[in-house]
């Protein structure tokens, strides 16, 4: 995938030879080092690949959903993703997500940010559920 993605910026790269040409490059260039250094600071997925990248989000999800506000806790901590509709708290799907999958290490899952507006009594459900089912023998 990394040979790919370095042959095709060559592949754009050796097409540029006037001036305004590589001004842009270097400007473009700026913005994504300012985006990777902003990342850097976005606690647990600094240095990830977020979940709305890797599941594909459409733009209007992706912008509505809490997960992508720019939280510092993984997707599957907040209440209120896309996911986790209707109640904005079922975790459940959250055990075959493949970002869960990737970057969960298997731990049990706990809505430590509540987007919705509701009580802490959902959330606490919710993790009492997760609890029960680790406790089963399931993830």
Same mark, same amino acid.
């Given at each position: 995938?990394?040979?790919? #993605? ?6 754009? $790269? ?5 001036? *305004?040409?590589?001004?842009?490059? *270097? ?45 510092? $806790?993984? &997707?599957?901590?907040?209440? !209120? %993703?896309? &996911? ?12 075959? &997500?493949? $970002?869960?999958?990737?970057? !969960?290490?298997?731990? $049990? ?10 009580? !802490?009594? /959902?959330?606490?459900? %919710?993790?009492?559920?997760? /609890?029960? /089912? #680790? /406790?089963?023998?399931?993830?």
């Amino acid at each position: 995938m990394a040979d790919r #993605k370095i042959e095709q910026i060559r592949e754009i $790269v050796s097409g540029i030879a006037e001036p *305004d040409e590589i001004a842009e490059v *270097d400007r473009v260039v700026g913005e994504a080092k300012g985006r990777i250094l902003m990342e850097s600071k976005r606690g647990f997925w600094a240095g990830k690949t977020p979940c709305w990248e890797m599941v594909r989000c459409p733009e209007a999800i992706k912008n509505d959903c809490p997960a992508s506000k720019g939280h510092s $806790v993984a &997707c599957w901590e907040i209440a !209120g %993703t896309y &996911c986790k509709l209707p109640s904005g708290h079922d975790t459940s799907i959250c055990e075959v &997500c493949r $970002v869960y999958k990737r970057w !969960g290490d298997g731990e $049990v899952i706990a809505i430590k940010l509540d987007t919705t507006g509701t009580t !802490g009594s /959902a959330a606490a459900e %919710t993790r009492t559920k997760a /609890a029960s /089912a #680790k /406790a089963k023998g399931g993830k």
